[in-house]
Structure formats: structure tokens, C-alpha cells
């Protein structure tokens, strides 16, 4: 094997990814703290939130919850997806609130 294909090698790339993974989804999970407090802020009804986008996200983390407890019975990734689902369903919640539909 070559140096080059043993840098590509699943045995050196998966705790890789797996690092990238918890970086930037840790990152990601902090961005939500100023969107969730700009909505919170909002008088107008939310109107500049598409809650058919946020919408979208909240069941995409949703279903990337039930992938990972079910089919890759990998807790690490069903906690990263349900802290992403957390995040987007306040931000939808909120939104919803502000115009009134819940």
C-alpha cells in the first residue's frame, strides 16, 4: 500500500470525519443562539422565517435522530441530530408563536 492510499484508508479517515463531524456540528449548534434570539426579539410576526424552511429541518433532525438510535444504533450521531433538532423546532416554535399559530 502507498503512503498516499494509507492516508485514505477507513482506519485513518473515519476518526477524522468523526472529529469534523463534532466540530463543526458543535459550531453549528452555537449559530443557532443568534438566530433564536433574533426571533425572539421579532415584533412583526417572524415574516423574514420560513417555518416551511425551518419546517423542513426540524423533521430532516428528526429523522437523523430515529437513523441514528435505530439503524446505526450510533448514539454519538442521534445526540448531535437531536441537539440540531432541539435547535431548529425553537426556532420554528418561536416563529410560529410570534404569528400567532401556536
Known amino acids: 500500500m502507498t503512503p498516499s492510499a494509507d492516508l485514505l484508508s477507513s482506519a485513518t479517515l473515519m476518526p477524522i470525519v468523526s472529529w469534523l463531524y463534532l466540530a463543526t456540528n458543535s459550531a453549528r449548534a452555537l449559530t443557532y443562539v443568534p438566530q433564536i434570539a433574533a426571533v425572539w426579539r421579532c415584533t412583526d410576526g417572524a415574516k423574514a422565517i420560513s417555518l416551511l424552511t ?16 435505530l439503524v446505526v444504533q450510533d448514539g454519538f450521531f442521534a445526540g448531535i441530530s437531536a441537539l440540531n433538532f432541539v435547535c431548529c423546532s425553537a426556532v420554528a416554535l418561536i416563529a410560529a408563536r410570534r404569528r400567532g399559530l401556536v
Open 54 to 69: 425551518w419546517g423542513s429541518w426540524v423533521l430532516a433532525n428528526l429523522t437523523g435522530v430515529m437513523y441514528g438510535a
